[in-house]
T-cell receptor, first 113, second 112 residues
C-alpha cells in the first residue's frame, strides 16, 4: 500500500519569507499524481498544487512551487513571500492508479507577522 | 456552481444509533469520494464512486459503513451501530477528472 509521510508536524515562517514543507511517499507504481492541499482552521480543504509523476518539470502556481524528486520519492512544497493567509494545515497527498488518494498527517504552518 | 455541500454539518449521536450523512457534489462532477478525518490526522480514504458505481472501497472500512449514490448525483454515507471510535469529521469530495478533487465542508460526528 502507498504511504505518505510528512515529518514536520509544525513549521513557522516570518511574513514575506520562504518556507519549505517536506513530504516523502512510498509506492511501486510508476504513474501517479501528487498534491498539496491546504486546510485553514475550520474551513474546507483546497488544492494548492498538483504534480504528474511523468512530468519532470516541477509544478508552479504563483508563490507555490514543488521540488519533485521521483527517484528519491520526495515531494516538497516551497511557499515564497509568505502571507498571513497562508497559515493553515498543509497535507501532502498521493493518487494511485486505483483512484484512491492517500494523505499524510499534515504540517501546521504558522506565519509570524 | 455552489461547491460541494454536506448535511448535516454536525451530528451528535449515542453509541449504537445509526446515522446517515448526505453529500451533494458540484453539478456535472461524475466522481465522488468519501473520507474520514480524525484530529491530528490527514483524511483517510473510505470509498469512491464514478457516477452511480462504487468502484473503490477501503479495506479498512467496517461492514457497519455503507455508501450509495443512486442516481449518480448526491451520495449518502450510513454508519450503523455507531461506536465512539467513529467520532470524526467525514469529508466528501467531487471531481470532473481523475486528478483533482473539490472538498465539502465536512460533517463532524460525535458519538457519546
Amino acid at each position: 500500500a502507498q504511504t505518505v509521510t510528512q515529518s514536520q508536524p509544525e513549521m513557522s515562517v516570518q511574513e514575506a519569507e520562504t518556507v519549505t514543507l517536506s513530504c516523502t511517499y512510498d509506492t511501486s507504481e510508476s504513474d501517479y499524481y501528487l498534491f498539496w492541499y491546504k486546510q485553514p482552521p475550520s474551513r474546507q480543504m483546497i488544492l494548492v498544487i498538483r504534480q504528474e509523476a511523468y512530468k519532470q518539470q516541477n509544478a508552479t502556481e504563483n508563490r507555490f512551487s514543488v521540488n519533485f524528486q521521483k527517484a528519491a520519492k520526495s515531494f516538497s512544497l516551497k511557499i515564497s513571500d509568505s502571507q498571513l493567509g497562508d497559515a493553515a494545515m498543509y497535507f501532502c497527498a498521493y493518487r494511485s492508479t486505483g483512484n484512491q488518494f492517500y494523505f499524510g498527517t499534515g504540517t501546521s504552518l504558522t506565519v509570524i507577522p | 456552481d455552489t461547491g460541494v455541500s454536506q448535511d448535516p454539518r454536525h451530528k451528535i449521536t449515542k453509541r449504537g444509533q445509526n446515522v446517515t450523512f448526505r453529500c451533494d457534489p458540484i453539478s456535472e462532477h461524475n466522481r465522488l469520494y468519501w473520507y474520514r478525518q480524525t484530529l491530528g490526522q490527514g483524511p483517510e480514504f473510505l470509498t469512491y464512486f464514478q457516477n452511480e458505481a462504487q468502484l473503490e472501497k477501503s479495506r479498512l472500512l467496517s461492514d457497519r459503513f455503507s455508501a450509495e449514490r443512486p442516481k449518480g448525483s448526491f451520495s449518502t454515507l450510513e454508519i450503523q451501530r455507531t461506536e465512539q471510535g467513529d467520532s470524526a469529521m467525514y469529508l466528501c469530495a467531487s471531481s470532473p477528472r481523475a486528478y483533482e478533487q473539490y472538498f465539502g465542508p465536512g460533517t463532524r460526528l460525535t458519538v457519546t
